[in-house]
């Protein structure tokens, strides 16, 4: 039986002194084969160059400004595994977030 995998959905609004800290944290609790997808809810606080650290690791979107509830819909388009997972911004994961929710 395989794992399930998990998409990770960050929403984001003008988060650039926090995004790097949501962003590791939930880079730390991934497996291989789940997916990370940022999306950008039109940050004009320079966000979207924090994500330079990171642009190898997740799936970075910018959409026009639309409040938290339709970026988090954009990021579930996005999505390619089976369960989803939603973290704020200005969040972090406890260490086992993920395998109680594969469990």
Same mark, same amino acid.
């Given at each position: 039986?395989?794992t399930p995998?998990? #998409?990770l959905i960050?929403?984001? $609004?003008? +988060?650039?002194?926090?995004?790097? +800290?949501?962003?590791?944290?939930?880079?730390? +609790?991934?497996?291989?084969?789940?997916?990370?997808?940022?999306?950008?809810?039109? #940050?004009?606080?320079?966000?979207?160059?924090?994500?330079?650290?990171?642009?190898?690791?997740?799936? $970075?979107?910018?959409?026009?400004?639309?409040? %938290?509830?339709?970026?988090?819909?954009?990021? *579930?388009? *996005?999505?390619?595994?089976?369960?989803?997972?939603?973290?704020? #911004?200005?969040?972090?994961?406890?260490?086992?977030? *993920?395998?109680?929710? +594969? %469990?």
């Open positions: 039986m395989t995998k998990n #998409s960050i929403p984001t $609004y003008n +988060r650039v002194a926090v995004i790097g +800290r949501a962003v590791r944290s939930a880079l730390k +609790r991934i497996r291989e084969g789940d997916e990370i997808i940022v999306v950008d809810d039109g #940050s004009t606080d320079g966000t979207q160059q924090a994500r330079a650290e990171f642009c190898d690791c997740i799936t $970075y979107v910018t959409v026009p400004n639309g409040g %938290a509830g339709k970026a988090r819909n954009k990021g *579930l388009a *996005l999505t390619c595994n089976p369960l989803v997972a939603f973290l704020d #911004s200005d969040d972090e994961w406890q260490p086992h977030k *993920l395998d109680l929710r +594969r %469990a």
